[in-house]
C-alpha cells in the first residue's frame, strides 16, 4: 500500500511511547503531507539533536553541554540530590520550579526479572556523590511501584553510612504513578511533604 520509505517511518514512528500502529501511521500522513512546514524541519532537528545531545557525566541528564547546565548552575543547592528514574522524571521535577537542588538520574530500576542490578544504575557513584561533605539530603524520588520502592530501600540502605537525610517524596504520588505523569500540583505537594525515609 505504501513504499519502504514511509512503512520505515510509520514503524520508526509506532515505536514511540502513546503512538500504536494506527497512531503512527495518521502522524507519518501527516508529515508527509506537510514535508515542507514538518518533516523537513524534525529531520534536521532530530540529526541535530543525535548529533549534539550528550548525557552528563555527572547526573545522567540529557543535555549538549557536558556537564549539563544543572550541574553547571552555581544558582543551584549543591546540598540535596534529587534520584530521579529517568531523564522523563528529572523533567518533571524541573517543570514544577519547585526543587532547586541537583539529580541523579538512575537510568532504570532495579529488577531481577528484566536482569536490572546496582552496577547498572551507577548507585555506587550516587553514595560516592553523597559522601560528599556539602550534601546534606538524597530525596528517594524514585515511583511508587515495586521495583521503585525496592530501589528506593536498597539505595537508602546504602546511604546509611554518609550520615545525611535521606527522604522520600510524600504519599500523594499513587501507587503504580510515574512522574512524568502526574500534575505539577501533585509533584509540588508531594516534594514539599517528603519524609525521612
Sequence with gaps: MVGPEI?????????????GPRSARRAALRLVERRETLLIPLGQAMAEAAAKVKTCSVCGNFDTIDPCAICSDPRRDTSQICVVEDVAGLWAMERTGCFRGRYAVLGGLLSALDGIGPEDLGIGALVERASD?????????TPA???????AHYIADHLAPCQITVSGLAHGVPVGGELDHLDDGTITAALRARRAF
Excluded: C
Design 145 to 151: 511501584t515495586v521495583e521503585g520502592q525496592t530501589t
Design 7 to 19: 512503512e520505515r517511518l510509520i514503524q520508526l514512528l509506532s515505536r514511540l511511547p502513546g503512538l
Design 133 to 141: 561533605p556539602v550534601v546534606r539530603e538524597v530525596i528517594l524520588a
